[in-house]
């Protein structure tokens, strides 16, 4: 696996992952506004330099908020999202964050498991946070303290 900043040239390779994983992906204006806001933005390569994952991480003074994470629907179930995900908590304690947030779908269970399993914690729902297919969907605001690894 090969890991290196997201540049705006990997952005048309992204949107394709984006929008095959996901039911509602961002934008093409969502990666280029991320990039242009100095977010910390990585791609994940296969051997090949073919990207297969990539994640966005903003961070706010002593915190971390895991914007975006993605695996491409082919490679997913090989562990790639929770290297990429270690990526991100390794990255929170070089800078050094005390706390990494995020917000998943509540019905994202597989991905609730995967955050779970790595130490996060539950800390509230966001009610109708993300869109759905019959309206909106809550978000399950989930978090790490960092405190904890250092």
């Known amino acids: 696996m090969k890991v290196r900043a997201m540049q705006k040239k990997d952005i048309a390779d992204v949107i394709t992952i984006e929008q095959s994983a996901n039911q509602f992906p961002w934008t093409e204006k969502n990666f280029e506004d991320s990039l242009a806001a100095g977010h910390h933005a990585w791609v994940f390569c296969h051997d090949s330099d073919k990207i297969f ?5 903003q961070s706010v003074i002593d915190e ?8 491409s629907p082919a490679d997913q179930g090989q562990g790639w999202g929770r290297k990429i995900l270690n990526h991100v908590i390794d990255f929170s304690l070089s800078i050094p964050s ?3 947030v995020l917000e998943v779908r509540g019905s994202n269970h597989r991905a609730q498991q995967l955050y ?9 729902v966001r009610k109708d946070y993300y869109p759905a297919e019959n309206g909106r969907e809550d978000a399950i605001l989930m978090g790490m303290d960092m405190t904890f690894l250092v």
Do not use: D, P, R
């Open 53 to 57: 994952g990539y994640t966005i991480v």
């Open 64 to 71: 971390a908020h895991l914007l975006n994470i993605c695996v």
């Open 98 to 100: 005390s706390l990494i």
């Open 116 to 124: 779970l399993q790595s130490g996060f914690n539950e800390m509230s």
